[in-house]
């Protein structure tokens, strides 16, 4: 039983994923769709940068359902493969990164950061969100997230260091609505804030927003211990594919 409602959420987690992926793209023009069995999420057009042209929501799915649909010969093309059960090194990708999908039940205790100094807030405009932009790529807003995304359930979540006349943003996260659960990502934490810090003020905003609902994201590494921390757990392995040849427009930072 315990299994199986771990399986549901980590489908969960990655349709909603799809979902964040697919307001990005979105935003940018993009038109992406579902296969016909709703297996995969997928743009038959290449993808913003940090972004997957795939997302598999079944750990079914064969390989070339997947990449019968995608762009596969220009530079750039990723699949995210949301179980860590494709085998695609024979159509020339190779295994960019490893990470684990986390999942925080609703209800859960928020936890604290009363030494943290930071004050959160929503980003409600156009300028405001090229300086979050900013601070979570760490040089400067390159345009990648459009004020088109600040709408009913996405929230970008800013972080202030308190007393800073500057306003300045040292930490943030977006939070997006879909699949019946909130998703966490693009968490950042610079200038001397921390990630436990970051997801504390990230966990308290998303519960004042939608405490009725479980929270998913993924995450590696040390990031993966800083989520564990704040009242994660991880629910199964994914993985992201880039294509070998060309240029990569995943490699400056981990895609989202």
């Known amino acids: 039983m315990i299994k199986d409602e771990t399986s549901t959420t980590l489908r969960l987690a990655a349709l ?9 793209c979105g935003a940018h023009g993009l038109s ?34 997947v990449l019968q649909w995608i762009d596969t010969d220009s530079p750039g093309c990723s699949v995210k493969d949301s179980f860590a059960c494709l085998d695609l090194a024979g159509d020339g990708f190779e295994v960019l990164f490893e990470a684990q999908w986390i999942h925080r039940p609703a209800g859960a205790p928020v936890p ?20 979050w932009e900013a601070a979570w790529d760490g ?19 800013a972080g202030r260091a308190a007393g800073d006349a500057g306003g300045r943003i040292v930490a943030g996260a977006v939070a997006s609505t879909g699949g019946g659960v909130v998703g966490v990502s693009n968490l950042f934490a610079r200038d001397g804030a921390s990630a436990d810090a970051a997801w ?4 308290t905003a998303i519960a004042a927003r939608r405490p009725d609902l479980d929270v998913v994201g993924y995450e590696g590494g040390a990031d993966l211990d800083a989520a564990v921390r704040s009242g994660f757990t991880a629910i199964g392995p994914l993985r992201v594919w880039l294509r070998t040849s060309g240029r990569t427009h995943y490699l400056r930072r981990r895609p989202e």
């Open 16 to 24: 909603n994923n799809a979902v964040w992926c697919d307001a990005v």
């Open 32 to 65: 992406p769709q579902y296969d016909d069995d709703a297996y995969v999420w997928l743009s038959t057009s290449r993808t913003p940068p940090l972004y997957p042209d795939a997302v598999t929501l079944d750990a079914h799915v064969a390989a070339q359902s």
């Open 112 to 131: 604290e950061a009363a030494s943290s100094g930071l004050e959160w807030s929503e980003v409600t405009g156009a300028g405001e969100l090229a300086d």
């Open 139 to 157: 040089e400067e807003s390159n345009g990648l997230f459009r004020p088109s995304l600040l709408r009913e359930g996405i929230a970008f979540l």
């Open 200 to 203: 504390a003020g990230a966990l």
